[in-house]
């Protein structure tokens, strides 16, 4: 069994900053690729970010290029999402999700494992 647990969400304003955390515990080895992925109220879930195992390979969603960082520690079983220059648009619940193939999937889908979601809020 895997669990994925996400946490650093808040409320930040405009222009401001936040770090997410994503800790993968139990079977780790079930998972190689990781992605970012957020849902605002009314809309589908939507890609952020993703990071393949080694971290040599990224990608990002036009909408965060520039803005957000992916990075992971697979010492410490832990991805992360630095985001900067936070916009009222990036306001949404953030997850992290695995998947058991080495590749950086955009579609939510293709992803076996899943977070619980923690919500970041942008104030204008």
């Known amino acids: 069994q895997v669990q994925l647990v996400e946490s650093g969400g808040g409320l930040v304003q405009d222009g401001g900053s936040l770090r997410l955390s994503c800790i993968v515990s139990g079977h780790t080895a079930s998972i190689y690729a990781m992605g970012w992925f957020r849902q605002a109220p009314g809309k589908e879930r939507e890609f952020v970010a993703g990071i393949n195992w080694s971290g040599s390979i990224t990608s990002y969603a036009d909408s965060v290029k520039g803005r957000f960082t992916v990075s992971r520690d697979n010492a410490l079983h832990t991805m992360y999402l630095q985001m900067n220059n936070l916009k009222p648009e990036d306001t949404a619940v953030y997850y992290c999700?695995?998947?058991?193939?080495?590749?950086?999937?955009?579609?939510?889908?293709?992803?076996?494992?899943w977070g619980q979601g923690t919500q970041v809020t942008v104030s204008s």
């Open positions: 999700a695995g998947v058991f193939l080495n590749v950086i999937y955009e579609r939510p889908e293709e992803y076996q494992y």
